[in-house]
């Protein structure tokens, strides 16, 4: 998979998350992240869920982890908001399965990889059991 | 000035003996290591730090002194950028003499006039602060998703369960609990649960609030969901749930009106 474009950084938050509060963090400072560059409230519901997806399967999938906010810029006034998730877990064994629809070890909707993708403009996954999981999305406006 | 005095003045930059004085006087603890990881330099602020002079740490392995979680691991971010990594930051914890200090450091590699990679460079802020108000945070949020999820009994045979902010699974757990207690009790026909208040619908919320409608369906009682607002509709629409058979309402006004239809009430105005 294509390694994606760095982007000028305006804003970026870290937080770790290990359990379901962290969970709810990462999606309230998402909402407000996508508020404040100027995302409608249908966006900004649609990229926290975004996040959440991701941390929730760092919870779930590899115990701990942490989520970076970004809000980025690309060509002077293009703004958007990139989320990246990252973990040290076992990783995920079969990315191609994962990014299918239903696909699932945790006995759940199997929705979550496949749906961030297509909520976001731009997605990179890359895992292994090394180094765990690591997820870039963009959102651009 | 003109072009051939700038170009002069900036490859000479400062005065070494200035460049070094302000280095040692930064306010917080700068250091570099050689490929090795030994200890060549170390400000006043980073001596301060750990406690000790330079001569005693002088050509010492830095993980034997900072012993931190990334010491010695694949996480070492020192040993990244003298492998070639560009420049990282990263939150660590370091275990100097007993105390335990949160930190955030940023490397990048140390250069000669080649570019040779010859070691690397360091500086730490101390993060303390910032993890304590985190962890605040943390337990407040805490707290607000421990908040029962309350069961209101809106009419004969109907209740009304309004869900607010984060589902996880404890909470779905606690809510069909409640519900299904609720049934029992109150013998009622109608759940309506409420999710106008919900801070997003992922993947792990619809499959909560699908099971918790199954849940009900078998004790023979009907779930409405309602406070379906345009951007939770969208929502479900893009993850591709799919609510099956679940009846639902985008505001609790409607879905009270459906509940009446299904027990057969109905709503006079007084003329
Ligand atoms: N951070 C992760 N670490 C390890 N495995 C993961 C991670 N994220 C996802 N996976 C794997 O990918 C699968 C698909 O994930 P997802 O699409 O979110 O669906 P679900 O979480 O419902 O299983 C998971 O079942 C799991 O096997
Ligand atoms: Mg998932």
């Avoid at chain 2, 051939?4 to 006087?25: P, R, T, V, Y």
């Avoid at chain 2, 902010?165 to 109150?186: C, F, H, N, P």
Wanted: hydrophobic letters at 40%; glycine letters at 6%; proline letters at 2%.
């Amino acid at each position: 998979m294509k390694i994606l474009a760095m982007n000028k950084i305006i804003e970026e938050t870290t937080i770790d998350v290990c359990e379901s509060v962290d969970n709810a963090v990462v999606i309230y400072t998402t909402r407000q992240m996508a508020a404040q560059i100027g995302f409608n409230e249908a966006q900004q519901f649609l990229i926290a869920t975004a996040a959440s997806e991701l941390s929730t399967n760092i919870i779930r999938y590899a115990k701990k982890g942490f989520v970076i906010l970004r809000t980025i810029s690309k060509n002077h006034d293009s703004r958007g908001i990139e989320i990246i998730a990252k973990d040290n877990g076992s990783g995920i064994e079969d990315i191609d399965r994962a990014m299918q629809e239903h696909f699932s070890t945790g006995n759940s909707l199997g929705l979550g990889l496949p749906s961030v993708k297509r909520i976001m403009d731009e997605f990179f996954i890359e895992s292994s059991p090394e180094n765990g999981t690591l997820v870039i999305a963009k959102k651009w406006r | 000035m003109n072009a051939e005095k700038q170009k002069n003045s900036s490859s000479n930059q400062i005065d070494g003996n200035l460049a070094l004085q302000i280095l040692q006087q930064i306010p917080t603890p700068v250091m570099a290591v050689d490929p090795n990881l030994q200890i060549i330099f170390m400000n006043q602020a980073g001596c301060r730090f750990i406690g000790k002079n330079f001569e005693e740490i002088k050509g010492t392995h830095c993980y034997s002194i900072f012993n931190s979680t990334h010491c010695q691991t694949s996480d070492c971010r020192m040993k990244k950028v003298i492998d070639g990594g560009e420049r990282f930051t990263a939150r660590n914890q370091v275990n100097i003499d007993d105390r335990v200090i949160h930190i955030e450091y940023t490397t990048a590699p140390l250069k000669d006039d080649n570019g040779n990679i010859i070691g690397g460079i360091e500086y730490i802020l101390d993060n303390t602060e910032r993890v304590r108000q985190e962890q605040k945070l943390r337990e407040q949020n805490k707290i607000i998703m421990e908040i029962s999820t309350p069961a209101i009994k809106l009419w004969d045979r109907i209740v009304v369960i309004p869900v607010v902010g984060v589902i996880d699974s404890m909470r779905a757990q606690q809510m069909m609990d409640t519900m299904l207690k609720e049934i029992t009790q109150t013998s009622a026909k109608v759940i309506i649960l409420d999710i106008h208040g919900v801070a997003a619908v992922d993947t792990a919320v619809a499959n909560h609030l699908i099971k918790i409608a199954k849940a009900t369906k078998l004790m023979g009682c009907r779930c409405i969901i309602s406070g379906i607002s345009p951007a939770v509709a969208q929502a479900i629409v893009q993850l591709g749930i799919d609510l099956g058979d679940i009846n639902t309402n985008s505001t609790l006004e409607d879905a009270l009106s459906d509940a009446f239809a299904l027990l057969k009430f109905e709503v006079i105005s007084k003329k």
